[in-house]
Nanobody, 121 residues
Framework: QVQLVESGGGLVQPGGSLRLSCAAS????????MGWFRQAPGKEREFVAA????????YYADSVKGRFAISRDNAKNTMYLQMNSLKPEDTAVYLC??????????????WGQGTQVTVSS
């Protein structure tokens, strides 16, 4: 089992930045590719970004490419999502996940509870 806990969400103005963290415990964190997803009210869960187990490969949804950056620190059992130039449409609950590398929810076996990000003036 892998336990995941997100933090770093909050209210930010359009154009602002936030950094989300995902702290992992349980099975060896570095064994797993990791991903970030988001879900807005009334919408389906959406892929945001993914990172390979080593951190050497990263993948992004077109909607966040160039604005968001995913990274991980295996020594700290933590994954990050740096979000810049935030837009109101980025408002959602952001969830981290661990499992197999992919852009669909079914690729991941372990999920956190999520952290709310609200972009509004």
């Amino acid at each position: 089992q892998v336990q995941l806990v997100e933090s770093g969400g909050g209210l930010v103005q359009p154009g602002g930045s936030l950094r989300l963290s995902c702290a992992a415990s349980g099975r060896t964190f570095s064994n797993y590719p990791m991903g970030w997803f988001r879900q807005a009210p009334g919408k389906e869960r959406e892929f945001v970004a993914a990172v390979s187990w080593s951190g050497s490969s990263t993948y992004y949804a077109d909607s966040v490419k160039g604005r968001f950056a995913i990274s991980r620190d295996n020594a700290k059992n933590t994954m990050y999502l740096q979000m810049n130039s935030l837009k109101p449409e980025d408002t959602a609950v952001y969830l981290c996940a661990a499992g197999s590398l992919g852009s669909t929810s079914t690729s991941y076996h372990y999920w956190g509870q999520g952290t709310q990000v609200t972009v509004s003036s």
